[in-house]
């Protein structure tokens, strides 16, 4: 049955309406800012209930369109298509291969489990049907259709199947119903939507993500409006103008809904009535139709191919390098493939797959759901154009009606790729894409976070009153906190090119200093005095990444661990291969630079007996010993250190023998109890208050700092009436 329950007089009814609700939306975003919040509950309704109805509609029509056919009439349909499909993706994935060229490379090397390496396993249960309803719920998109294939081609096979058709046929009729029912909504949910959208999404947002967004958006345009339908003209007998003309209502639709599934119906009626013509169609023709366009809405994904762009760029931002030698690339596409089956949505669980495969951070995930309301507009056409290119070409090639246009193919795609590649070549000849500046050497402290707080750096000018011992009272009643540091501990404690005292355990005395009402001092100390200098009452608490061992609790006394990490390398870029396995290392006579640490000199000797240790005063001097091969420090700090060193790179080698994790926490005076007791409630506090996983993704992870300022606006801006 074909999807013609819609008519055309209300088509562009409702084409107009949505138009008019996007506008609407613009215009309210902008208008009203954050305050069009209350407006996302409206949205989200809508596109749940439209997802609602899309698995039961694919499985239903899937099933049935494949069990209809004949084995002999499936097996043309294969071998009619799969050639042509192939193209499709090869050239889709080649003009967004020319947009990553235009994407600098990571100026930093880290290699090592950032998140937990997905197994091959992991990608098997994503494609593997062996649960459907497992695959259902966790929107395992591939293992469906495949599933839906398997058991469609059996049907073919099964005589009396009429009674299996007549309840996949009432699940089809009865999905359309509602279907048609929810998309009468569609203005006020592409009000909703779009109101929602302009005025919640952050600038800083843009400012950030600029150089994706420009790129992801040509690459969106240069789809839609020309390589996939000058790739239907090139197979089809029909004008540019027409194919346009003909695929708008399923455009604004898809747009309006931010759902490609939305346009199933309006590309089936584009698909029958390209094809009717001069020739009259039965209704097993019909069938064949249905089942093609039904096959198109996940193979046709095209928009979510931007995955891998996504991907590349997530590299750039986080400036953490994709080592992709050999055969890296080539899965990385292959694995975006098999992720971009399915719904625009699916892309959001199959992006945290990728990243993990990558070895990117786990908040790449959170990125990319951040941008995905910007990046739908662009990717769900994208993917509507898509599905229409197969079930329209598809249909052709199974009726034997291809008109291939030879010229016309070479033109459109060098048309396409040519003009990319001067772009591309462009941007990086005049380096209007410059290297990210995201590096922890240019972090600040926000204003929120410093403001009314009084530091000096000076304990020359503290008054010798002050110096009793530092207790919860003392330090409340002359209202100063000493802080012993260590600016070499990047990304914990050290100074920023402006020579500011940052990092992540200094933002924590900053908040610790507001929530006591206190002054803070910082004074600098040498890791082999540190017990002595703190316990001679020269400071009141120590930061900076001091790590928890048993000989130093004989001494003194640990706040809860803050912090958990591992050992890892700090090595030259070109020998990163030489570090993945200790055994390949362990009996070399090597050079390994450690500083005078009581956690780091054992574990070196434990590990790499026959090489030679260099004891160096911080690592900040490992750049002046050329002659040394690693330098061994834990996995957080080799990665800030190679991040602001060029030439050096991050590695975490398999087979270290290590008491891990390596706790970290803040050092005070065994008789503080009272301090000891505050500190450890205040940490519990940072912890779950969201303060701990701000700090963590700013200077571990090094994303920006969030603004927290209102949303620009006219109402409150411009008119400030609110």
């Known amino acids: 049955m074909a999807m ?47 997802q609602s109805v899309v698995y039961p509609y694919i499985i239903a029509s899937l099933l049935h369109g494949l069990g209809s056919l004949t084995p002999a009439i499936a097996k043309k349909l294969f071998k009619k298509n799969w050639f042509l499909y192939l193209f499709f993706v090869i050239v889709s994935f080649s003009l967004i291969g020319v947009l990553t060229l235009a994407i600098p490379k990571s100026q930093s090397s880290i290699l090592g489990p950032l ?18 309803f497992t695959a259902l719920v966790n929107n395992y998109m591939p293992a469906i259709i495949i599933f839906c294939l398997l058991f469609g081609s059996a049907l073919q096979h099964y005589k009396s199947k009429e009674p299996i058709f007549e309840i996949l046929n009432a699940v089809k ?26 005025g919640t999404i952050s600038f800083l947002t843009f400012e950030n993500i600029a150089i994706y967004l420009i790129l992801f958006f040509i690459g969106c345009l240069v789809f839609i ?21 003909l695929l708008k209502g399923a455009l604004l639709i ?34 064949i139709v249905t089942t093609i366009s039904s096959i198109s809405y996940p193979f046709g994904q095209i928009g979510n191919f931007f995955l891998y762009l996504f991907i590349i760029f997530a590299a750039y931002y986080f400036q953490h390098p994709l080592f992709l030698e050999n055969m890296g690339n080539f899965f990385l596409i292959i694995l975006t493939y098999f992720s971009s089956l399915g719904s ?71 048309s396409t790729f040519l003009p990319l590649f001067l772009f591309v070549i462009f941007l990086t000849k005049f380096k209007f894409i410059s290297p990210s500046e995201l590096s922890l050497l240019n972090f600040r402290f926000p204003p929120e976070l410093t403001q009314g707080v009084k530091v000096s750096m000076d304990p020359i000018n503290i008054p010798s009153t002050l110096a009793t011992p530092g207790d919860l009272q003392n330090i409340r009643k002359n209202k100063l906190l000493r802080v012993g540091y260590n600016e070499h501990m990047i990304p914990f ?134 002659e040394i091969d690693a330098a061994l420090w834990t996995l957080e700090h080799t990665q800030a250190w190679a991040g602001a060193h060029p030439g050096y790179a991050s590695v975490m080698p398999y087979g270290l023998k290590s008491e891990a994790p390596l706790l970290m926490a803040y050092m005070v005076r065994k008789q503080e109890q009272d301090f000891l007791w505050f500190l450890n409630y205040w940490l519990k506090i940072k912890e779950s208050d969201g303060f701990q996983q701000e ?23 411009v008119l400030h009436w609110v």
Request: with cysteine; charged share 20%; hydrophobic share 45%.
């Open 115 to 132: 998140t937990v390496h997905p197994t091959f396993e992991g990608f098997l249960k994503r494609l593997i049907p062996d649960n459907l």
């Open 225 to 245: 409006f020309w390589l996939l339908p000058g790739l239907i003209i090139s197979f089809v007998p029909v004008r540019y103008k027409e194919i346009m003309h």
């Open 695 to 717: 700090q963590y993704e700013h200077w571990i992870l090094g994303k920006p700092v969030r603004n927290k300022d209102e949303r620009w606006s006219i109402i409150h801006n």
């Open 254 to 287: 898809s747009i309006a809904t931010s759902l490609s599934v939305a346009a199933l119906p309006y590309i089936e009626v584009c698909a029958n009535k390209l094809l009717a013509r001069g020739k009259e169609l039965n209704e097993k023709n019909d069938e």
């Open 173 to 198: 009729s009865t999905s359309l119903k509602v279907w048609n029912w929810i998309i009468l909504g569609s203005p006020y949910a592409a009000f909703a939507l779009m109101a929602y959208t302009m």
């Open 493 to 626: 404690v050290y100074f920023n090119k402006y020579h500011e005292l940052v990092g992540y355990d200094v933002a924590y005395m900053y908040n610790l200093a507001r929530v006591l009402g206190v002054e803070l001092v910082f004074i600098h100390f040498d890791f082999p005095n540190l017990i002595t200098d703190l316990n001679a009452n020269k400071f009141d608490i120590a930061i900076g990444s001091i790590y928890v061992i048993p000989d130093r609790l004989l001494h003194v006394a640990y706040t809860q661990a803050y912090f958990s990490d591992q050992p890892a390398f700090i090595v030259k870029k070109d020998k990163i291969d030489d570090y993945k396995d200790v055994n390949a290392i362990k009996n070399k006579n090597l050079k390994i630079a450690v500083f005078d640490d009581p956690v780091m000199i054992p574990l070196a000797e434990e590990n790499f007996s026959k090489s030679q240790l260099v004891i160096i005063p911080n690592m900040d001097v490992l750049v002046d010993y050329p």
């Open 344 to 414: 625009p949505s699916t892309t959001v669980e199959s992006v945290s797959f990728l990243a993990s495969w990558a070895d990117l951070p786990k908040t790449t995930a959170e990125l990319y759901v951040g941008l995905f309301p910007i990046t739908r507009y662009g990717q769900v056409p994208v993917s509507v154009m898509g599905m229409a290119l197969i079930a329209i070409v598809g249909t052709f090639a199974y009726f034997n009606r291809l008109k291939i246009r030879k010229h016309f193919l070479i033109f459109c795609l060098l």
């Open 4 to 50: 013609q329950s819609i008519k055309p007089n209300l088509e562009l009814n409702l084409t107009f309406q949505v138009f008019c609700g996007v506008l609407l939306g613009i215009f309210t975003g902008i208008f009203l800012g954050n305050y069009t919040a209350v407006l996302r509950p409206v949205g989200q309704i809508y596109v749940m209930l439209m």
